[in-house]
């Protein structure tokens, strides 16, 4: 069985009627209102219906870092970035811009010892 992505509501009532998949996750703004009433909907399918605003990911380098936040968001999560490299070791200035591309994004960006204080495992991104 098979997770799938739902960018909107119409995309994920085809997907909860698609064959095949046993998990929707609802990754669009209002995703949160919809979760309950279309979990429901697909409940004795057996057919998980998920919605997280979330998504936290270890970036395992400066450039991971940067390539991260160059390319455009496929998500409508809010990205934690927690850095597995030392943020020490770059310029003020290099840090304060990468950190203002994050939030104009709207993620953030966090020093990698302060996972091990989110309940969920993230993501790596090397």
């Avoid at 429901?40 to 450039?63: C, D, Y």
Wanted: charged residues 25%; proline residues 2%.
């Amino acid at each position: 069985m098979v997770t799938a992505r739902a960018g909107t509501r119409e995309e994920a009532l085809r997907l909860l009627h698609a064959g095949e998949i046993a998990v929707v996750e609802l990754d669009y703004e209002t995703g949160w209102q919809d979760a309950v009433e279309l979990g429901r909907m697909r409940q004795k399918a057996g057919i998980r219906v998920e919605f997280r605003g979330q998504q936290n990911i270890a970036v395992q380098s400066l450039i991971a870092l940067m390539a991260r936040l160059s390319h455009p968001k496929q998500t409508f999560r809010q990205r934690n970035l927690y850095c597995q490299f030392d943020l020490d070791a770059l310029p003020a200035g290099k840090l304060a811009k990468l950190e203002a591309k994050a939030t104009a994004l709207g993620d953030y960006s966090f020093a990698g010892h302060l996972q091990r204080d989110v309940g969920s495992s993230p993501r790596r991104t090397k």
